[in-house]
């Protein structure tokens, strides 16, 4: 069965500094995708980003940007000149290439200190 | 304009009552989930719907039923509420293609407290 590693409960960032988020999963599945979805106090979940398993290049989104090791099953978030609303749930993810089915870990809350 | 929308926000009740959960999606797209986020802040999935016909249904209790009476909505009612019942409960949908689901799109969530 696929798991999803969230090792961090809790991290904490200086506004305008990066911070590194880690993520690991177990799969014997080639063909998958991975998201990271963030959860502010308002319980919205929101996607920040997301990466399809076939493709050797990271993804980005404007300050976020993932490093996507498939060999290591490693998918983890760097958020760069982090911003006092970027404080949140974070939650990565991840669904086999052929189902619905996603598969959450169980979260890091980030707080950035002003 | 809301992409997913949930009714209410906020449910309140005794244990042993029956209540629903609306689900509405303007995104025009063809499936649509419930998740359940417990205190803990852990989301599994609990039952997905493709073009109103059931396609995941993850071990959730007979007294939780799903109903999708079109494509843009999936509700959710649950019988005889127990204590542990009480969570977020999560709609999201997304468009298939070629039989693989895309991104998932969350609503706001649906804060259930059993008392």
């Known amino acids: 069965a696929q798991t999803v590693t969230q090792s961090q409960p809790e991290m904490s960032v200086q506004e305008a500094e990066t911070v590194t988020l880690s993520c690991t999963y177990d799969t014997s599945e080639s063909d998958y995708y991975l998201f990271w979805y963030k959860q502010p106090p308002s319980r919205q979940m929101i996607l920040v980003i997301r990466?399809?398993?076939?493709?050797?290049q990271n993804a980005t989104e404007n300050r976020f940007s993932v490093n996507f090791q498939k060999a290591a099953k490693s998918f983890s978030l760097k958020i760069s000149d982090s911003q006092l609303g970027d404080a949140a749930m974070y939650f990565c993810?991840?669904?086999?290439?052929?189902?619905?089915?996603?598969?959450f870990g169980t979260g890091t809350r980030l707080q950035v200190f002003p | 304009d809301t992409a997913v929308s949930q009714t209410p926000k906020y449910l309140v009740t005794q244990m042993g009552n029956d209540k629903s959960i609306k689900c509405e999606q303007n995104?025009?797209?063809?499936?649509m989930y419930w998740y359940k986020q417990d205190s803990k802040k852990f989301l599994k999935i609990m039952f997905s719907y493709n073009n109103k016909e059931l396609i995941i249904n993850e071990t959730v209790p007979n007294r939780f039923s799903p109903k999708s009476p079109d494509k843009a909505h999936l509700n959710l009612h649950i019988n005889s509420l127990e204590l542990g019942d009480s969570a977020v409960y999560f709609c999201?949908?997304?468009?298939?293609?070629?039989?693989?689901?895309?991104?998932?799109?969350f609503g706001p969530g649906t804060r259930l407290l059993v008392l």
């Open positions: 990466q399809e398993a076939y493709k050797q």
């Open positions: 995104l025009g797209h063809d499936t």
């Open positions: 999201a949908s997304s468009q298939r293609l070629a039989g693989a689901g895309e991104t998932q799109y």
């Open positions: 993810a991840y669904r086999r290439g052929n189902t619905d089915k996603l598969i």
